[in-house]
């Protein structure tokens, strides 16, 4: 079984900065491609950034330039570094990654539970 656990959401004033995490754990043989998305109320679910295995980046034209995303291998972990934060990036963020398991047949998409970011004064 796989699981994947976002942190870091909070509460942050307009212009600043959060770091979120999402660490995965369980019966991991690799991960592909992972992803951060967010969904607001009465919104759909969009996506905001992806990172392959090879480490190649790419964004959403809302946060290209604002958001960094990143992974530490060794922790099985994905980063989005958010800067320069505004009050309509107020969401849910949500980790999603493909992952192959020792016994599976192929890769698998997990989510995690999601992390409430508030952008507020």
């Known amino acids: 079984q796989v699981q994947l656990v976002e942190s870091g959401g909070g509460l942050v004033q307009p212009g600043g900065s959060l770091r979120l995490s999402c660490a995965a754990s369980?019966?991991?043989?690799?991960?592909?491609?992972m992803r951060w998305y967010r969904q607001a109320p009465g919104k759909q679910r969009d996506l905001l950034a992806h990172?392959?295995?090879?480490?190649?980046?790419n964004y959403a034209d809302s946060v290209k330039g604002r958001f960094t995303i990143s992974r530490d291998n060794a922790k099985n972990t994905v980063y989005l570094q958010m800067n320069s934060l505004k009050p309509e990036d107020t969401a849910v963020y949500y980790c999603?990654?493909?992952?192959?398991?020792?016994?599976?047949?192929?890769?698998?998409?997990?989510w995690g539970q999601g992390t409430q970011v508030t952008v507020s004064s």
């Open positions: 999603n990654a493909d992952v192959l398991t020792p016994r599976g047949t192929g890769a698998r998409s997990y």
């Open positions: 369980g019966s991991i043989f690799g991960i592909f491609t």
């Open positions: 990172i392959t295995s090879a480490g190649s980046e």
